[in-house]
């Protein structure tokens, strides 16, 4: 049975960073787009970042793009976000996704099939 863990959050001060992972369960990661979704209390999940199943190609929302970046170790079947310049808009639960069917990553919830709990990230003025 397909599961994802994320890990890595917790409380950091405006400026920080974190280092988000997603580890897999399915031999099949490998072979499969993965992303980044956040949600913030009172406000709908978003797209935060997405990963080709190389990890040749990578999507970023405009909110985060240039201080996050997402990778991923097909041997590990683990996926990350590193999160740097942190600022307290970025406070969410933070969960990560697989395609269902695709290679290259989209922006759409209804593209991912798979999903984790989520991990919470706060971050403080």
């Known amino acids: 049975q397909e599961q994802l863990v994320e890990s890595g959050g917790g409380l950091v001060q405006a400026g920080g960073s974190l280092r988000l992972s997603c580890a897999d369960s399915d031999d099949a990661f490998s072979a499969y787009a993965m992303g980044w979704f956040r949600q913030a209390p009172g406000r709908d999940r978003e797209f935060v970042a997405g990963i080709s199943w190389d990890g040749d190609y990578t999507v970023y929302s405009d909110s985060v793009k240039c201080r996050f970046t997402i990778s991923r170790v097909n041997a590990k079947k683990t996926v990350y976000l590193q999160m740097n310049s942190l600022k307290p808009e970025d406070t969410a639960v933070y969960c990560c996704?697989?395609?269902?069917?695709?290679?290259?990553?989209?922006?759409?919830?209804?593209?991912?099939?798979?999903w984790g709990q989520g991990t919470q990230v706060t971050v403080s003025s």
């Open positions: 996704a697989r395609d269902g069917h695709r290679g290259i990553p989209g922006r759409l919830l209804t593209m991912y099939r798979y």
